[in-house]
């Protein structure tokens, strides 16, 4: 497999300026024992602010992401001492050295000459205990975790994935937390980065156009393409479900029939009010490019056998639902090849619909693929208006390149609506899209960086439905309970198979290459282990912990209650006695 567009075009430091890079970083008191780059001083970015502290004195440094010293500008020190700085200051090394110097220092590492892959996960343990990122970092090689107090984001961790530098982050739950590590990450390291893939667990479709599509209530919507627990689905665009303007009666029309439409004033193409809330254009070629490698290799016979088997008790969420949807709209129960792989939707079939608001229902989960299918087709025209404007010899191959994604979009389609898609309910692709949009804005960003989501299935954003009393009514019928500790250490397992298939696909071309080339010594290991029973107990621990503490401060403030109860009741009796002992007293 060839390098990266990306990999390719970034410049190499000379064998002068490598020598230098790695004195400044290497040299100095007990860097090199300590494993963390020696640095002009110990700084950390927020928003903009670079904070150094040195021997002397505390210079405070105000600058915007422009001129970030992840792109060229390094913090200047006027304080003397130290065997790098003697040799060479940072501010005297070339651009990519000095980048790298940077990245270094914040990563606690030295991080190589060539591009790296950024790894992204939502939740460093905060919700089961466990991060969702623990198969990846399970199957790298002298892992190191940086202390969580040194980062905005959840915890950043690097190591060698199958023979290539990786770094590992935990952004922290929701779209906040999400872009302000992504953003950190990229004033830090942006230029060093080859590709990013952010992963995550979420709610899904019951199936691709769902069960309900008004007005056509008849007959609820029932075909071949069902969601199973586990599933995978692979796309650079997202939509922020929450960028609308709405009164409760609009949002509650119909109620409580489900096959109703939620009526609204604005919804997330209105950006004038909500800002960017629909997010395509930006790097939208190179994104679809990394997404296709994803879904091919996953898709693969090798990526298909490097799924974890569909545990027995995920396959009886699986057909409880199903049995329980299939009876509510009046089709025979659906059988599932429990032997297969889970299904890989890809980016012309589904889509992250965001929001910190975890909304269920069919009315709502109408609308998500309504953003959905919006978006989608906005990425077309998008696409389409590239090739128009790329015309020229000059840029044939940008018009190929247009021309070839769009049609892949399009999935066959000439058009795209909500009966086409699966949406995907969770709430941090926007959030790291938006820091990757305005951080490529910067006149200072040389290439744009590939990024896409990868989402998993670990439980559904629609209740069971049957048919209500009138013709095309529709109610919500019984409810399936939802399987937190199955579902969710199952999609983490799978989801985390299909990139870890990615990192093998590239180590195997990677060895290839090299046997070509005849150097047949030291060939990396591009073998993984997903342990996924292992993962599931520490998941089923931690969501019991959560819930004990849950309940013990429930009792608590069960007990605070009751005690001012008490207070408030004898306060009265005790006044009353108060009264009576006086009158008693007068008379």
Same mark, same amino acid.
């Not at 937390?177 to 979420?202: H, Q, W």
């Given at each position: 497999?060839?390098?990266?567009?990306?990999?390719?075009?970034?410049?190499?430091?000379?064998?002068?300026?490598?020598?230098?890079?790695?004195?400044?970083?290497?040299?100095?008191?007990?860097?090199?024992?300590?494993?963390?780059?020696?640095?002009?001083?110990?700084?950390?970015?927020?928003?903009?602010?670079?904070? @150094?502290?040195?021997?002397?004195?505390?210079?405070?440094?105000?600058?915007?992401?422009?001129?970030?010293?992840?792109?060229?500008?390094?913090?200047?020190?006027?304080?003397?001492?130290?065997?790098?700085?003697?040799?060479?200051? !940072?501010?005297?090394?070339?651009?990519?050295?000095?980048?790298?110097?940077?990245?270094?220092?914040?990563?606690?590492?030295?991080?190589?000459?060539? $591009?790296?892959?950024?790894?992204?996960?939502?939740?460093? *343990?905060?919700? #089961?205990?466990?991060?969702?990122?623990?198969?990846?970092?399970?199957?790298?090689?002298?892992?190191?975790?940086?202390?969580?107090?040194? #980062?905005?984001?959840?915890?950043?961790?690097?190591?060698?994935?199958?023979?290539?530098?990786?770094?590992?982050?935990?952004?922290?739950?929701?779209?906040?937390?999400?872009?302000? &590590?992504?953003?950190?990450?990229?004033?830090?390291?942006?230029?060093?980065?080859?590709?990013?893939?952010?992963?995550?667990?979420?709610?899904?479709?019951?199936?691709?156009?769902?069960?309900?599509?008004?007005?056509?209530?008849?007959?609820?919507?029932?075909?071949?393409?069902?969601?199973?627990? *586990?599933?995978?689905?692979?796309?650079?665009?997202?939509?922020?479900?929450?960028?609308?303007?709405?009164?409760?009666?609009?949002?509650?029309?119909?109620?409580?029939?489900? &096959?109703?439409?939620?009526?609204?004033?604005?919804?997330?193409?209105?950006?004038?009010?909500? *800002?960017?809330? @629909?997010?395509?254009?930006?790097?939208?070629?190179?994104?679809?490019?990394?997404?296709?490698?994803?879904?091919?290799?996953?898709?693969?016979?090798?990526?298909?056998?490097?799924?974890?088997?569909?545990?027995?008790?995920?396959?009886?969420?699986?057909?409880?639902?199903?049995?329980?949807?299939?009876?509510?709209?009046?089709?025979?129960?659906?059988?599932?090849?429990?032997?297969?792989?889970?299904?890989?939707?890809?980016?012309?079939? &589904?889509?992250?619909?965001?929001?910190?608001?975890?909304?269920?229902?069919?009315?709502?989960?109408?609308?998500?693929?309504?953003?959905?299918?919006?978006?989608?087709?906005?990425?077309?025209?998008?696409?389409?208006?590239?090739?128009?404007?790329?015309?020229?010899?000059?840029?044939?191959?940008?018009?190929?390149? $247009?021309?070839?994604?769009?049609?892949?979009?399009?999935?066959?389609?000439?058009?795209?609506?909500?009966?086409?898609?699966?949406?995907?309910?969770?709430?941090?692709?926007?959030?790291?899209?938006? !820091?990757?949009?305005?951080?490529?804005?910067?006149?200072?960003?040389?290439?744009?960086?590939?990024?896409?989501?990868?989402?998993?299935?670990?439980?559904?954003?629609?209740?069971?439905?049957?048919?209500?009393?009138?013709?095309?009514?529709?109610?919500?019928?019984?409810?399936?309970?939802?399987?937190?500790?199955?579902?969710?250490?199952?999609?983490?397992?799978?989801?985390?198979?299909?990139?870890?298939?990615?990192?093998?696909?590239?180590?195997?071309?990677?060895?290839?290459?090299?046997?070509?080339?005849?150097?047949?010594?030291?060939?990396?290991?591009?073998?993984?282990?997903?342990?996924?029973?292992?993962?599931?107990?520490?998941?089923?621990?931690?969501?019991?912990?959560?819930?004990?503490?849950?309940?013990?401060?429930?009792?608590?403030?069960?007990?605070?209650?009751?005690?001012?109860?008490?207070?408030?009741?004898?306060?009265?009796?005790?006044?009353?006695?108060?009264? $009576? $002992?006086?009158?008693?007293?007068?008379?």
């Amino acid at each position: 497999m060839a390098p990266s567009a990306r990999e390719a075009l970034l410049p190499s430091c000379s064998p002068d300026e490598d020598q230098d890079t790695e004195r400044v970083i290497q040299h100095g008191d007990g860097a090199a024992a300590s494993g963390r780059p020696q640095a002009v001083g110990d700084y950390r970015t927020v928003f903009g602010v670079v904070a @150094m502290a040195s021997i002397a004195a505390l210079l405070v440094l105000a600058g915007s992401l422009a001129t970030s010293h992840t792109k060229g500008v390094m913090p200047q020190s006027t304080v003397g001492g130290g065997a790098a700085r003697q040799e060479k200051s !940072a501010a005297q090394l070339g651009g990519v050295a000095r980048a790298r110097y940077a990245c270094s220092d914040f990563l606690q590492v030295d991080v190589p000459r060539h $591009a790296f892959s950024l790894i992204l996960t939502a939740d460093p *343990g905060d919700f #089961s205990g466990v991060s969702e990122a623990h198969h990846v970092l399970a199957n790298l090689v002298e892992r190191r975790e940086n202390p969580r107090s040194s #980062s905005v984001c959840g915890q950043v961790s690097t190591g060698t994935l199958m023979g290539e530098f990786v770094v590992v982050a935990t952004t922290g739950i929701g779209a906040s937390a999400a872009s302000m &590590c992504t953003l950190e990450i990229l004033r830090e390291c942006g230029s060093l980065i080859k590709d990013i893939v952010y992963f995550g667990t979420s709610g899904w479709s019951p199936q691709r156009g769902g069960l309900l599509n008004p007005p056509a209530c008849a007959v609820a919507n029932w075909n071949n393409d069902k969601t199973r627990v *586990g599933d995978v689905c692979v796309s650079p665009l997202s939509v922020n479900w929450v960028c609308k303007k709405a009164s409760w009666q609009q949002q509650a029309t119909g109620h409580p029939n489900q &096959c109703v439409r939620p009526e609204e004033q604005n919804g997330p193409a209105d950006n004038y009010l909500f *800002g960017e809330c @629909m997010f395509f254009k930006d790097n939208l070629v190179a994104n679809l490019a990394l997404a296709d490698e994803l879904v091919s290799v996953a898709r693969s016979r090798a990526g298909s056998a490097n799924f974890p088997r569909r545990p027995v008790n995920v396959s009886a969420l699986n057909a409880e639902y199903w049995g329980v949807v299939a009876a509510g709209v009046g089709h025979p129960a659906p059988k599932f090849d429990e032997d297969a792989p889970p299904r890989v939707f890809d980016y012309s079939e &589904c889509m992250e619909v965001d929001g910190n608001f975890f909304y269920n229902g069919s009315p709502w989960e109408l609308k998500s693929r309504e953003y959905a299918a919006a978006t989608l087709e906005a990425a077309m025209l998008e696409l389409d208006r590239q090739a128009a404007d790329a015309d020229g010899h000059s840029n044939g191959v940008r018009v190929a390149q $247009a021309a070839e994604a769009a049609t892949r979009l399009r999935g066959g389609r000439e058009h795209t609506s909500a009966t086409d898609m699966v949406a995907v309910s969770a709430m941090e692709a926007v959030g790291v899209s938006e !820091a990757l949009m305005r951080y490529h804005s910067l006149r200072t960003t040389r290439d744009p960086i590939p990024f896409t989501n990868v989402r998993t299935n670990s439980n559904w954003m629609v209740a069971p439905i049957e048919r209500g009393a009138g013709v095309g009514e529709w109610r919500v019928g019984r409810a399936v309970p939802e399987d937190f500790v199955n579902g969710y250490s199952h999609a983490i397992a799978t989801g985390s198979a299909a990139i870890l298939s990615l990192h093998q696909d590239r180590c195997l071309a990677r060895g290839a290459r090299s046997t070509a080339d005849g150097n047949r010594a030291g060939a990396p290991d591009c073998s993984f282990e997903i342990r996924a029973e292992e993962h599931e107990a520490m998941v089923r621990a931690g969501v019991a912990a959560r819930r004990a503490a849950a309940a013990s401060v429930a009792v608590a403030a069960a007990a605070a209650t009751a005690a001012t109860a008490a207070v408030a009741a004898a306060a009265p009796s005790a006044a009353t006695a108060a009264v $009576a $002992a006086g009158l008693q007293h007068a008379a």
